[in-house]
């Protein structure tokens, strides 16, 4: 079998998502023995013009869940975006990978040459399934992601590369 649009998409998604949801854990476990609030965790932010760690991880779920959509022909999800606790936004997280989960490698057949149109405000981007996800949607989620994981390391959170890549799972040997 040869490697698909599937592949390069659905299981990256929910891979670092899942790494995401591991690191969040591990902040809750942080917070629990050093003392810190961990709702304070959600307003930080790397810097003062960057949104803080409740939006990053908005616009994680909203990257994979909007990706995951249109490359599958589907509407995606639409999410308030009125997250304002640890336990709404470990949800948020939790529904967008149950959603990117019912996403089947059938409904990504031709997704390469699919045109994906993405409305932003004041314009339209245009693109083939195959550019949209390498050159914006992928690009896009792992900024988030890594944005999140930055923001907790400055919260103290003992985070290393390896949570980041694997959520803290040993890759096999």
Not at 65 to 73: D, I, T
Not at 120 to 137: E, H, I, N, Q, Y
Request: charged share 20%.
């Amino acid at each position: 079998m040869s490697f698909s649009i599937y592949d390069a998409s659905i299981p990256v998604y929910l891979q670092m998502m899942r790494n995401l949801a591991a690191l969040l854990a591990k902040a809750e476990g942080h917070a629990g023995t050093s003392g810190a609030d961990v709702s304070t965790f959600l307003e930080a932010r790397l810097a003062p013009d960057m949104h803080p760690l409740i939006r990053q991880i908005q616009m994680v779920s909203d990257s994979a869940k909007g990706g995951a959509a249109r490359l599958a022909g589907v509407t995606p999800p639409s999410y308030a975006d009125t997250e304002t606790t640890w336990a709404e936004i470990k949800e948020r997280l939790a529904k967008t990978i149950a959603f990117v989960e019912t996403i089947e490698r059938s409904q990504l057949d031709g997704a390469e040459t699919r045109t994906i149109e993405l409305p932003l405000p004041g314009r339209t981007m245009t693109f083939t399934g195959a550019d949209f996800l390498m050159r914006f949607s992928l690009p896009n989620f792992y900024f988030h992601v890594v944005t999140a994981y930055g923001i907790l390391r400055t919260q103290g959170v003992p985070l290393g590369k390896m949570d980041y890549l694997t959520g803290g799972t040993p890759i096999p040997a």
